[in-house]
C-alpha cells in the first residue's frame, strides 16, 4: 500500500514543483526543452518563518534562485502575526494548497463558504483520485484501497465538517518546494504566512 508520505512526495513534484519551474521558463522565455543560459535565472520569494527554517532548500536547478525573507529578518509566525494585524490583515490564513488533505475543518469550511468555484474544484478533484491515478493504472499499478481528501474518509462534500478554534494554529504552513510531512511535529507557533495559493492539490489519504 503506498503511504501518505509517499504521495505528498509524488503530489509536491507533481502539482507544485513541475507547474513552477514550467512558468518559470516560459517567463525567462525559454521553454522545455530549450536550455537556459547560464546566469539566466529567477528569484524566488519563499514565505518560511524561522519556525520551520529545517524546509527551506536551495532550488535544484540553475535558472531559479531561492531566497527567504522571512528568514533574513529573523522572524517567527507570531511577528508575522503581529506584522499583518498592524496592516489591518490579522484574519490572513497560513498558506496551503486548494486541496491539502492537511487541511483543518475550519480551513474547509471557510473555502466552502468564501470560495466556492475552490470548494467545487476541491470536491471534484476529491472524486477523480478516488481509484488512484489513471496513468498508474494504465501501467499495471491500479491502486489497492480508495484515496480521500478528509480524514474521515467519505467524499469531500459528504464530510461533517466539525471546525475548532485554534484549529489553524495544528498544522504547518505550505511551501512551494515541501509539504507538511505527516510525522513533522508541530511547533506551537508554526507556519508561513505568504498569502496564495500554492497549486491545485496535494497529497492523498488511502483506506484499504
Not at 529545517?54 to 509566525?77: E, K, S, T
Not at 475552490?118 to 483520485?129: C, K, L, N
Amino acid at each position: 500500500m503506498t503511504s501518505l508520505s509517499t504521495q505528498v512526495q509524488i503530489s509536491t513534484s507533481e502539482y507544485k514543483i513541475r507547474p513552477i519551474k514550467t512558468e518559470v521558463r516560459r517567463r525567462l522565455g525559454y521553454p522545455h526543452p530549450g536550455r537556459v543560459p547560464a546566469g539566466v535565472y529567477a528569484q524566488m520569494a519563499i514565505g518560511i518563518s524561522v519556525d520551520e527554517v529545517h524546509r527551506a532548500r536551495d532550488a535544484d536547478v540553475g535558472y531559479m534562485r531561492n531566497v527567504f525573507p522571512l528568514l533574513d529578518l529573523g522572524w517567527r509566525r507570531g511577528d508575522c502575526s503581529r506584522f499583518l494585524a498592524e496592516h489591518g490583515l490579522a484574519d490572513t490564513p497560513r498558506s496551503a494548497c486548494l486541496g491539502c488533505p492537511f487541511h483543518t475543518d475550519l480551513e474547509w469550511v471557510r473555502l466552502r463558504d468564501e470560495d466556492p468555484a475552490g470548494w467545487a474544484d476541491a470536491v471534484a478533484f476529491d472524486a477523480a483520485i478516488r481509484h488512484g491515478s489513471a496513468r498508474a493504472n494504465a501501467d499495471g499499478h491500479p491502486l489497492r484501497g480508495q484515496f480521500f481528501l478528509h480524514r474521515q474518509r467519505v467524499p469531500l462534500d459528504e464530510v461533517v465538517l466539525r471546525p475548532r478554534a485554534g484549529d489553524q494554529q495544528e498544522t504547518p504552513g505550505c511551501g512551494p518546494w515541501s509539504c507538511p510531512h505527516p510525522a513533522e511535529p508541530v511547533a506551537k507557533d508554526t507556519s508561513d504566512f505568504a498569502v496564495a495559493r500554492c497549486g491545485d492539490v496535494v497529497g492523498l489519504r488511502e483506506v484499504a
